[in-house]
């Protein structure tokens, strides 16, 4: 099974911070990868697929990068929308697995 | 819109069943393969089925596997999930998604006593 860890696990923050958050898989999973945001009470939302695309209607603040084994999630400015749970997932190979999770929350 | 819709969960008791269901509309339900994920109360995300589009392919997570099926009906639009054998650590909310994207709202399952 690939084994996705992602950092850190909290990430204290402040609106307009740029804050990135990473996600490395133990084994290549060439661009296989996706990030989702997830607010309390709320299903998780894809925001990226592909390592890097963005899903519609995602604002630009998102971005993604890596390949491989290594990959980030970044926010470029940081809004009060933004403070919640953070969730990378491969699926190169069954069975899928996602990081760990990281909550942003307010500094 | 693109929307999928869980229902069937509840409370049980250790040892019972229940069969999940996910309502699709806005897309071909008949193209696409489909997954279950779960999420324990405070845990993270874990991944439980996939069926492929004409349920020639399943797989299961190793800690369902004998105990869940996973089915679909494309004429009726909808995925399915049935829970066997419950176990105290199956208490999740259960969600249906279309690969990444979307997922449903999901439905809470209730294993106890």
């Known amino acids: 099974d690939i084994q996705m860890t992602q950092s850190p696990s909290s990430l204290p923050a402040s609106v307009g911070d740029r804050v990135t958050i990473t996600c490395r898989a133990s084994?290549?999973?060439?661009?296989?990868l996706a990030w989702f945001q997830q607010k309390p009470g709320k299903a998780p939302k894809s925001l990226i697929y592909?390592?890097?695309t963005l899903q519609s209607g995602v604002p630009s603040k998102f971005s993604g990068s890596g390949s491989g084994t290594d990959f980030t999630l970044t926010i470029s400015s940081l809004q009060p929308e933004d403070f919640a749970t953070y969730y990378c997932?491969?699926?190169?190979?069954?069975?899928?697995?996602f990081g760990g999770g990281t909550k942003v929350e307010i500094k | 819109e693109v929307q999928l819709e869980e229902s069937g969960g509840g409370l049980v008791q250790p040892g019972g069943s229940l069969r999940l269901s996910c309502a699709a509309s806005?897309?071909?339900?008949?193209?696409?393969?489909m997954i279950w994920v779960r999420q324990a109360p405070g845990k993270g995300l874990e991944w439980v089925s996939y069926?492929?589009?004409?349920?020639?392919?399943?797989y299961y997570a190793d800690s369902v596997k004998g105990r869940f099926t996973i089915s679909r009906d494309n004429a009726r639009n909808s995925l399915y999930l049935q829970l066997n054998s419950l176990r105290a650590e199956d208490t999740a909310v259960y969600y249906c998604?279309?690969?990444?994207?979307?997922w449903g709202q999901g439905t809470l399952v209730t294993v106890s006593s």
């Open positions: 998604a279309r690969g990444v994207d979307p």
């Open positions: 806005g897309f071909t339900f008949s193209d696409y393969s």
């Open positions: 069926i492929s589009s004409r349920s020639s392919t399943i």
């Open positions: 084994q290549g999973i060439s661009n296989f």
């Open positions: 592909a390592a890097s």
């Open positions: 997932q491969q699926y190169h190979s069954y069975p899928l697995t």
